[in-house]
């Protein structure tokens, strides 16, 4: 089936607010049905990998399956764990060109993380790695079940959550990244599987080294 990542929406990104930070926020950039194609066709396609990580000396599993693509140079490392890109997929591509004509800023990589159910997440972190500049523009595309993503500012310890629909776009900009950490918590609640794409710039001057999250 052909998915119509261009279709018109009606709504646009909306300011977040969150003091020191600048970050947007649309719920439908995706339509509903759409976003459930979208959902499985990546389920079926990307390479999904379960990567481990050291934590007190012993391996264990991180809590999702996630898949890194890029342009040759974006290396994507972290806890001794060196991912290389895999291409761009044409709907990767897709999104990615959708993403820098709308928002003016270029995308050449995406870290794809499949959550499975309410046991995976993502521990909160900032991707403030030096490869991506000092006010990253980075996009993030949700597909499938509703998760609460949080936010929590570094000088006063603020959280903010905001619950990431099936079909929408966040975008972090500005000092977002210098002023707060991110994440996904994990739920009890019965929960379904999740998507989340985040497209990121990395140039192909430097070397990248990106730190990831257990
Ligand atoms: O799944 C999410 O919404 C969070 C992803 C994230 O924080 C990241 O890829 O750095």
């Given at each position: 089936m052909q998915l119509n990542l261009f279709a018109s929406q009606v709504s646009a990104l909306v300011p977040v607010s969150l003091p020191d930070a600048d970050v947007r926020y649309q719920?439908?950039?995706?339509?509903p049905a759409e976003a459930i194609q979208l959902f499985e066709r990546l389920q079926q396609e990307l390479p999904w990998r379960q990567d481990t990580i050291k934590l007190y000396g012993r391996e264990v599993n991180i809590p999702r399956l996630q898949s890194w693509h890029g342009a040759p140079h974006c290396e994507y490392t972290y806890s001794n764990l060196c991912m290389s890109p895999a291409p761009m997929s044409p709907i990767l591509v897709k999104l990615q060109q959708r993403l820098s004509s709308e928002l003016g800023a270029p995308f050449n990589c995406v870290l794809a993380n499949w959550y499975?159910?309410?046991?995976d997440g993502m521990g909160m972190h900032a991707d403030d790695e030096p490869e991506l500049g000092t006010k990253p523009v980075i996009a993030s595309v949700s597909l499938g079940y509703p998760r609460r993503f949080s936010f929590k500012h570094l000088g006063n310890g603020q959280r903010t959550d905001l619950?990431?629909?099936?079909?929408s776009l966040l975008v972090m900009a500005g000092d977002t990244q210098r002023h707060y950490h991110h994440g996904l918590s994990k739920t009890r609640k019965p929960t379904g599987g999740r998507i989340n794409l985040t497209f990121r710039y990395i140039p192909a001057s430097t070397t990248p080294a990106l730190e990831g999250n257990e």
């Open positions: 719920s439908d950039w995706i339509a499975r159910d309410g046991n619950l990431l629909e099936s079909g």
